[in-house]
């Protein structure tokens, strides 16, 4: 399990008040981020010395309490699933109070930069995630 | 069913050179908020003049094909359920060759301002949804 | 001149009730992409075709009005002034009562793609720019 | 002088490669909400429990090297003016190794949240600023 903490900006809010929905997304993917970084795996090295990318073919939320600026959250991100060309990402989004806030999915499947078709999760990929999975 | 066009912009897109997922989410949003104007019920009536919410407590989305800056979309939007205190949208984004790029939901309900719980569809909202279903 | 025309997206907007400052910066730039595509030099072929880049080394906005959710705005675009290496855009957005809302400026330079230098403007674009100016 | 260090996510660069130049508007403003923070004066507490507003009337940015994802980068903030009505603030942006990579500028306004009028700076306001500066 990998912890991301954050801070929600004003900027990701929206007049009604709150956290706009598409940002829980973008907030899971900065914990996504991180969390390849602590791997060695962040997405400078990504997108510059690996031949795969790792595109996001399914995302889903569920938005279970609003969230205003100012508030400090933590979102766990886990393994779900190792498949042989994709992986599945969990998150739980805890507000400063460790209530469950949200929860989010992101499925990755592993293409080749060139070909631009699915390959197998590379090895360095495949072993870093059952590492930690 | 509702039509919206659009045009990716640089700002949607990331270093990957492809439409930032989350932003897919944004555009169905965009295509939403447009939906709801042609209604008279766009989200200035509906934060200053209606006693409810509307906010979304699940979505997601599948990506089929990338995005690139310039690519002229059209997002169409469904009507997929009304419930009781709850309606969800479904999404079908096409790129230029009327291919389909992408395919979202989005699932809201319908909160009380004041009390902030959950109340059943007001009425002005099911005669609509029910038009336009 | 140039004329754009969009409408205010929730997404913009902040819990302030109001477009946050940083969107009016967007919101010049989708104007300045529509410029481009309506020239032939749309951001596609810029990153896929050209040799040249067109950074922002300088960009200011004063606000002069707030705008809100559903507002529909006209960005005016034109050209500030023509230099050996760079470029200046002023822009002006008004609502749907031609009151100006905000004005802006932004100043490009033209780099190579391969050297990363600083160079004069290439014919293309010194020729386009002049017929619009 | 306060400092915010912040990483360059992917949603904040574009198919350029680099950060996309509002964001550096977007990244100073996440500087300036932790400042306000660290003073008791977070946008929370603005919203919520003071009768006034910050608008900033005036923006500004210098672009002085490229941005990637992962960069971590660290915003320096100073108060460059304070006057009757209105405060400016100053951010200078480094990256890892302390090179400036970009310089910028807001200028705020008080005011009045029921008359929507300018007002002098409130007492509370005035003492931080001065404290701080």
Redo the contacts between chains.
């Keep these: 399990m990998f912890t991301y903490k954050t801070?929600i900006?004003?900027?990701e809010?929206?007049?009604?008040?709150?956290l706009?929905?598409?940002?829980q997304?973008?907030l899971m993917?900065?914990a996504y981020?991180?969390l390849l970084?602590s791997w060695g795996f962040?997405?400078?090295?990504l997108?510059l010395k690996k031949d795969y990318?790792l595109?996001?073919?399914?995302?889903?939320?569920?938005?279970?309490a609003?969230l205003?600026?100012?508030?400090r959250i933590t979102i766990e991100v886990k393994i779900a699933k190792i498949g042989n060309s994709s992986f599945t990402f969990s998150y739980t989004l805890c507000d400063q109070n460790k209530k469950v806030v949200g929860t989010g999915k992101?499925v990755h499947v592993t293409v080749d930069k060139k070909s631009r078709t699915k390959i197998p999760l590379p090895p360095d990929m495949r072993t870093t995630l059952k590492k930690f999975a």
């Design positions: 801070t900006k004003l900027h809010t929206d007049a009604a008040g709150l706009f929905f598409s940002n997304f973008k993917h900065d981020e991180a970084e962040g997405f400078a090295v997108l990318f595109p996001i073919v399914h995302a889903e939320s569920d938005f279970k609003p205003f600026v100012g508030d992101t």
